[in-house]
């Protein structure tokens, strides 16, 4: 069965790296999102991407944040110099269409240092 | 934004009922219930669409009322499975979702 996956599953950083969390959609889904939920507390959307630009993005998702699609397979999130508040899951997910099931990878523990 | 979910935490012994309830400030288009188990990620159970409607999934409902901005997840004669952490998650015209508060569901024996 097809799943969404997510590389790495833990990545420890010092505060102001810069991180690159990956994730594979499913092959034939159009719609993605970036999640992040801190340990313990409600899981926030960040952003939506659809047809390679961003179509959303909450008041989390601020400059340091950025997300491509560098190739058909690969979506990733960036985030430019990581701050101690960072540390979170970060999950993906994607969906075939714009309204219906979203599936979600199994997430990126972010801890930053 | 963000959908309201209650109650907060609630713990039953297995066969009992429970209601998770979603309300939201905006006008919602679709309401989608998750669980979460600890540690993983969140896992589809059902998405209800505007117009009242209610669904099933085995011994879990579900009914969504856009008038009122509300929806509500029925789990009868619960099972030791379903515990976990329920949300809701509403999506609005554009393309973006936001889960609710969260419930957690303790089943003990």
């Known amino acids: 069965e097809p799943e969404v996956t997510q590389t790495p599953s833990h990545q420890v950083t010092q505060m102001g790296q810069e991180v690159i969390l990956r994730c594979v959609p499913i092959s034939n889904h159009l719609y993605f999102y970036w999640y992040r939920q801190i340990l313990g507390q409600k899981v926030e959307f960040l952003v939506s991407?659809?047809?390679?630009?961003?179509?959303?993005k909450s008041e989390i998702f601020d400059d340091q944040f950025s997300v491509e699609r560098p190739d058909g397979s690969n979506f990733t999130l960036k985030i430019r110099s990581t701050k101690l508040e960072d540390s979170a899951m970060y999950f993906c997910?994607?969906?075939?269409?714009?309204?219906?099931?979203?599936?979600f990878g199994p997430g990126t523990r972010l801890t930053v240092l | 934004q963000q959908p309201v979910q209650s109650p907060q935490a609630v713990i039953l012994r297995e066969g009992e009922d429970a209601v998770i309830n979603c309300s939201s400030s905006k006008a919602l288009y679709s309401v989608h219930w998750y669980r979460q188990k600890h540690g993983e990620a969140p896992v589809f159970l059902m998405i209800l669409l505007k117009g009242g409607e209610q669904k099933g999934h085995d011994k879990i409902s579900a009914s969504f009322n856009e008038k009122k901005q509300q929806s509500s997840l029925y789990l009868t004669a619960s099972q030791l499975s379903y515990s976990g952490t329920y949300f809701c998650g509403t999506e609005g015209t554009g393309n973006q979702f936001y889960f609710g508060t969260g419930t957690s569901l303790t089943v003990i024996p």
């Open positions: 997910a994607s969906r075939t269409q714009g309204a219906g099931e979203q599936f």
């Open positions: 991407f659809y047809n390679n630009e961003i179509s959303e």
